[in-house]
């Protein structure tokens, strides 16, 4: 006589494995699930919250920038202000090219300066070495000096045309 | 009766459950994985702007607006926003009568004298041009002309001198002018930093001397009845 009975039981206990396995996984992934779907819950209603709590705050701080508009004016007035003045107040004083054209041996007769260009002198002189030392003199500021041509006048100088430009210490 | 096949509708019902769920948190307009990502963005955006409105918030509180307007009246002082004709003439008369020479004649081209317009735009920008004709005895005597007329405010150049002439000493001087800046900055904007550029020029300023109104006024009742002002320069 063949018993069906312990395979009947074995082939029930094997199912009933399989359900208390499969029903085991659901439950722990159902569970995992929601507490992973509420955690983006908590996080999505935190990002919305803080979003508009951050807005309400920018557009708190741009009404209270907005009411001090005179001042923020003014600090732009004068950043723009400071640029050009600051410019203004670097540009070259052209008095002191003057102390170095000026020298006890000789007469400056004439003196023509423009702005960016070169700038002429007539000087006289009692004596050649005179004349001759202070353009060495003011060789030393303007190395590009150019000298016209000497010569002795009536009343017994000498006297030269002097072109300056440049100059190294102006 | 119990089915056969009972206990497996829990699992599919969770399957099912999982997969609608997940479908329409991608699905959804605000509620997705991308569009989170954005708000997330967007609030790290935000939170940024907010830092710094506060610091500039925090710099507007400490200002003072009444030292404001004082600097940039100074500053105004110093480049005037439109050509000041009288003012230029002024300095060249005080700088004539400081260094003891006959100031001969002065002519001024002037052009548009108008302020800024309510743009804060300019449309002509050519700076005050004042040609001067000195009666000067010698160059240190045209030195010290010079050394007065460049100590004063407004900021005047020299850009033209011709000394040695029959007619007597030549001189042309410039005075810039710079209108209102329009800003077009917008709340968010940070404020420039001045303070150390503000106190280097003021510092700057102290060595220049300032028109007194009495100067200025005797200047104007002098340019409406001689000089040639706002005709072209000699």
Known sequence: MINFLPREQQKKAKLAGIQRLVVTSTTVVLTLYIVAGAGWMGWWAYLARRESSVSLQVENLNREIERMAVKEGLVRQIAARLEVVGTALEEKKISGLIPQVLDERVVVSAWNYRLGGVYRLTVSAANPTDLEDYMEKLQKIY?????????????GDWKVDIVLEGGTNT | ???????????????????????????????????????????????????????????????????MEADLSELITAVPVSKQLFAAVAQVRMAATVSGIKLEKYSAQVGDIREATVSAQKANSDALQLAVLLNVFDLHQLREFLEVLERQLPVARVTEVEFGGKSG???????????????GATVDQPLPDYQSKLLQVKNKLELYERLSQSNMAEAEEIGTASGNLGGSLF
């Open chain 1, 143 to 155: 190395p590009n000096l150019k000298a016209g041509t000497v010569s002795w006048t009536a009343g």
């Open chain 2, 1 to 67: 009766m119990k089915s056969k096949w009972g206990w497996a509708v829990y699992p599919v019902l969770v399957g099912l459950f999982i997969l609608f769920t997940v479908k329409s948190v991608i699905d959804a307009k605000s509620f997705g994985w991308s569009q989170t990502r954005e708000r997330q963005k967007r609030v790290a955006e935000e939170q940024q702007t907010v830092s710094r409105l506060e610091a500039k918030l925090a710099i507007l509180r400490k200002l003072s607006e009444d030292e």
């Open chain 2, 169 to 183: 000493v030549r001189v042309t001087v410039k005075q810039g002018y710079s209108p209102w800046v329009k800003s």
